[in-house]
Structure formats: C-alpha cells, structure tokens
C-alpha cells in the first residue's frame, strides 16, 4: 500500500466527480480507500461523512474528500468531529488556503457545482500545499477545543 492512503467518498450527487478525484490520485501513485457510494440511487451523505471520519480516526486515511451535490451537507456532517477539518472549496485559492492556513484534512467539493478541471487543480493544491503553522497553529488548536465541549 502506498505511504499515504486518501479516504473518498460520496453521496448519489458526487459519484461522477468521486470517480474522477479517485482516478487522480491513483494518478498520482497515492492510495485510494473508497467509502462509496457507487451508483445513482438516493442515499443519505451524513453515512458517508462518518465513513470518512472513522477512517481518518482509526488511521486507515491520512487524509480524505468528500462530494455531494453542492458540498453543504457533506462538510456539515464531516464537520461535527472533533478531528475533522473539513473544507467546502470552490476555487485554487480556496483549496491552498484550506491547507495553508487552516490545516484541513478533508477537502470537501460540490459535483453539481463545480467543473472537473477546477476540481482536480483545488484537489492538487490540497495535497502539496503544506500547513503553514506559525499563528495559524494556535488557531486551529481552538478548532479541537470546540469540538471537545
């Protein structure tokens, strides 16, 4: 298994965008852990965002992507654990600052909302760009707190 493995995983609005993102990083010699879902057929994506969480928690996905239909719902559920930083991007920059200032370990992107190729330059830039810490560090050390109360 490659060094570092990245959970995925989608509600039915993200499935065409998730096989993408999936393609990417097996592109880019990275493990994949996909979560699902797999087809068209309704499903709920607050079931996918836990996926993903126990995954990262349990260290079976250093980091992870999550996609539905617009990105909302998902990075809400993602978000109600302490040690999920997930980010709902729609652009480079969003995605370097996601990483940069923020440290987030989950992208988070919408399959009706954005285009495949701004997806995969956001999904580059979420893993090469490191955390900056400095004062930034401090900030998200609050972040973990609010999740601890």
Not at 17 to 32: H, P, Q, T
Not at 57 to 85: F, Y
Not at 96 to 122: F, S, W, Y
Request: proline fraction near 3%; glycine fraction near 12%.
């Amino acid at each position: 298994m490659p060094a570092q493995t990245i959970a995925v995983a989608s509600d039915h609005g993200g499935i065409e965008l998730k096989a993408l993102i999936c393609s990417e990083l097996e592109g880019r010699g990275l493990g994949v852990l996909d979560l699902g879902t797999d087809g068209p057929s309704s499903v709920d994506y607050p079931d996918f965002a836990m996926k993903l969480a126990e995954a990262i928690k349990e260290g079976r996905a250093a980091r992870g992507v999550l996609i539905c239909g617009t990105g909302i719902g998902i990075s809400i559920a993602a978000n109600r654990h302490a040690h999920i930083r997930a980010a709902l991007v729609h652009d480079a920059f969003g995605a370097r600052m996601a990483r940069q200032h923020n440290d987030a370990n989950v992208l988070v992107l919408g399959g009706r909302t954005i285009g495949p190729e701004v997806a995969k330059d956001c999904l580059v830039l979420f893993l090469e760009t490191p955390f900056e810490g400095g004062r930034h560090a401090r900030r998200v050390a609050k972040l973990a707190e609010c999740g601890e109360r």
